[in-house]
Nanobody
């Protein structure tokens, strides 16, 4: 079974950094499209980073230059390095995966077939 497990969230002050991890199992990690998506109650779900099978990355303008997505194919783990965190970055962050023909930031989130349970990031 496909499994995604996020970790690394927490409560930090504005300006701080956090690194999220997503441990994956049960599928060919290196070949799938992987993304980080965030959501909060009353707010629209937002994709914050995507990485394809060739490790090409893409970000929305809201996090570009502050967030960095990466992956370690040898250890089936994806990361999200978040710097200069702002109050507006307070969300639940989810790791998502899918075997997609097109792996871009504007891919509908509904196309991701597997999701983690989420890790909370709170910035104050």
């Amino acid at each position: 079974d496909v499994q995604l497990v996020e970790s690394g969230g927490g409560s930090v002050q504005a300006g701080a950094s956090l690194r999220l991890s997503c441990a994956a199992s049960g599928f060919a990690f290196s070949t799938w499209c992987m993304g980080w998506i965030r959501q909060a109650p009353g707010k629209q779900r937002e994709g914050v980073a995507v990485i394809d099978n060739d490790s090409r990355t893409e970000y929305p303008d809201s996090v570009k230059g502050r967030f960095t997505i990466s992956k370690d194919n040898a250890n089936n783990t994806m990361y999200l390095e978040m710097n200069s965190l702002q109050l507006e970055d307070t969300y639940m962050y989810y790791c998502a995966a899918g075997f997609l023909m097109r792996c871009r930031a504007d891919v509908p989130h509904t196309l991701y077939t597997s999701w983690g349970q989420g890790t909370q990031v709170t910035v104050s």
